[in-house]
């Protein structure tokens, strides 16, 4: 399976920002999918994670409230949508892809990397 992220660009503190992967070469129904994000020097950060279907989903805590993740299935991509960002939230996002079921997976189970896509919240 091959990940395309995009999306990503600068905004403003407070502004929304919608992020998207776009998956090809596999059953992308069949995969858990999930964003994560990581700044130099820092180790990478999960962020959010959808189910095969979209009914289950998890974020990280700082998050929540904030960003929502999404899949369309049959345009074979998962999107996520930043609201209120902030300077914090700063990153490259990676989109990752894992055979697994459930959304508690954790990031050593995801098989599937996309490259990342630069978000930058100024303040």
């Known amino acids: 399976v091959q990940l395309q992220a995009s999306g990503g660009g600068l905004v403003q503190a407070g502004g929304s920002l919608r992020i998207s992967c776009a998956a090809s070469g596999g059953t992308f129904t069949r995969y858990l999918m999930g964003w994560f994000r990581q700044t130099p020097g820092k180790e990478r950060e999960f962020v959010a994670a959808i189910s095969w279907g979209g009914a289950s989903t998890r974020y990280v805590d700082s998050v929540k409230g904030r960003f929502t993740i999404s899949r369309d299935n049959a345009k074979n991509t998962v999107y996520l949508q930043m609201n209120s960002l902030r300077p914090e939230d700063t990153a490259v996002y990676h989109c990752?892809?894992?055979?697994?079921?459930?959304?508690?997976?954790?990031?050593?189970?995801?098989?599937?990397w996309g490259q990342g896509t630069q978000v930058t919240v100024s303040s």
């Open positions: 990752a892809g894992s055979s697994r079921a459930f959304v508690t997976a954790p990031e050593s189970e995801y098989t599937y």
